[in-house]
């Protein structure tokens, strides 16, 4: 399909979002890690969050400032295309946070247009916990080249998949999946629980959130690499290829990359059968 041209507006870039405070609690982070399966102890009890649950924060200042990017008559074609986190420290009970996001770029291209936002979330103090890139696409809208930066890259070395993995970690994507995920995120997008309007939408019935995928994934590599230490974990980014359905069993694969500097560095991917439905991963693990 031929894309259409439309104008993303230059002047929203580089202008940070209001500020939105978070408190974290014990119960919210308990909650979270409930919701994505996880195995860790530290995590179900809520004594630091899981590396995914940094979305919490942020979830309210994340979109705010493609407002001032992108034409409002488009919001209906975009799909969260990519998700990369960078790691300062962990998420802690008892921390209040505050979130900003400012969009830095985003290019055109024959199938769809990529925006991408950067996202801080600090602690009171204003020490830097994470920095998060969102790339939002956009289907079949061409904005044209590049404006602006792009997200670091993270692109997996197809070679790697003619190797066995390091480790494979199974999860499996439960019925009620998404109506534990919604409430523990504070994502309340009706395509994960309505099938009605999963269906209007022209799927064949609810789909997980992408972020919760990207959570049973983090665990996987977690557990598998960094002897389930949350600390450990640096920078974590995915590639969100294909749909989740509840009920889906997938398999997360991994493959060790590299290491300098007292860092060591994955590339993994989670699949439905033969099917990906998240690529592009990668991880930094500290040794």
Not at 132 to 148: I, K, S
Request: hydrophobic fraction near 40%; charged fraction near 25%.
């Amino acid at each position: 399909m031929t894309s259409t041209a439309v104008e993303f507006d230059p002047a929203g870039l580089n202008v940070w979002s209001d500020e939105e405070p978070f408190e974290v609690t014990r119960e919210r982070i308990a909650e979270y890690a409930a919701a994505t399966n996880d195995p860790i102890e530290a995590h179900l009890k809520g004594d630091v969050a899981p590396p995914i649950f940094g979305i919490v924060p942020v979830f309210d200042a994340m979109m705010v400032p493609i407002i001032d990017v992108v034409p409002m008559h488009i919001f209906g074609r975009v799909v969260h295309g990519e998700q990369d986190f960078h790691f300062h420290r962990p998420i802690r009970p008892g921390d209040k946070l505050s979130s900003r996001a400012k969009v830095i770029g985003y290019e055109g291209k024959d199938n769809g247009s990529t925006i991408t936002v950067l996202i801080e979330c600090r602690a009171e103090d204003g020490e830097l916990v994470n920095e998060q890139y969102l790339t939002a696409f956009f289907r079949n809208l061409n904005a044209g080249p590049r404006v602006g930066e792009g997200a670091p890259a993270h692109k997996f070395d197809p070679a790697l998949s003619q190797q066995p993995p390091l480790a494979t970690v199974p999860a499996h994507v439960d019925a009620d999946q998404t109506y534990r995920y919604a409430p523990a995120s504070g994502d309340p997008v009706p395509l994960h629980l309505d099938e009605q309007v999963a269906k209007d939408a022209g799927l064949p019935g609810i789909i997980a959130h992408g972020l919760c995928t990207m959570a049973m994934s983090s665990w996987a590599v977690l557990t598998e690499v960094a002897d389930s230490d949350v600390n450990r974990l640096k920078r974590f980014a995915v590639r969100f290829s294909k749909m989740v359905f509840p009920n889906d069993d997938l398999e997360t694969r991994i493959w060790r990359t590299g290491s300098e500097n007292g860092r060591t560095t994955y590339a993994f991917e989670t699949g439905r059968g033969t099917d990906l439905v998240l690529s592009d991963g990668l991880a930094v693990v500290a040794d």
